[in-house]
């Protein structure tokens, strides 16, 4: 069983950065795929950005785009996403998530994902 701990968030003002960190149990994490989601309060969760096992492959949202950005060390098991010029709208819960099944590819979908951490609440006020 993967288990994935997120951690990093926080309260911040609007214009300020947030480093997450996510933590995989498991010493084979580098050959997973790996993203982040977020869920906003009554919204359905979304896509973030997401990162192909050796870091080759990157995909971001629109929205995240030139802002955040998603890293991995597969030495320490742990990927990461760094949040600048953070937004109101920025305000969720962020979750990572990590697959297997199809390791060169950066997905973008929840489907894509078996495993997910317990997320961690990133709040941004104006």
């Known amino acids: 069983q993967v288990q994935l701990v997120e951690s990093g968030g926080g309260l911040v003002q609007a214009g300020g950065s947030l480093r997450l960190s996510c933590a995989a149990s498991i010493r084979t994490f580098g050959t997973y795929t790996m993203g982040w989601f977020r869920q906003a309060p009554g919204k359905e969760r979304e896509f973030v950005a997401a990162?192909?096992?050796?870091?080759?492959?990157?995909n971001y949202a629109d929205s995240v785009t030139g802002r955040f950005a998603i890293s991995r060390d597969n030495a320490k098991n742990t990927g990461y996403l760094q949040m600048n010029a953070l937004k109101p709208e920025d305000t969720a819960v962020y979750y990572c998530?990590?697959?297997?099944?199809?390791?060169?590819?950066?997905?973008?979908?929840?489907?894509?994902?078996?495993?997910w951490g317990q997320g961690t609440q990133v709040t941004i006020t104006s």
């Open positions: 998530a990590t697959d297997y099944r199809r390791p060169w590819e950066a997905a973008t979908t929840t489907t894509e994902y078996t495993y």
């Open positions: 990162i192909n096992w050796n870091g080759g492959v990157t």
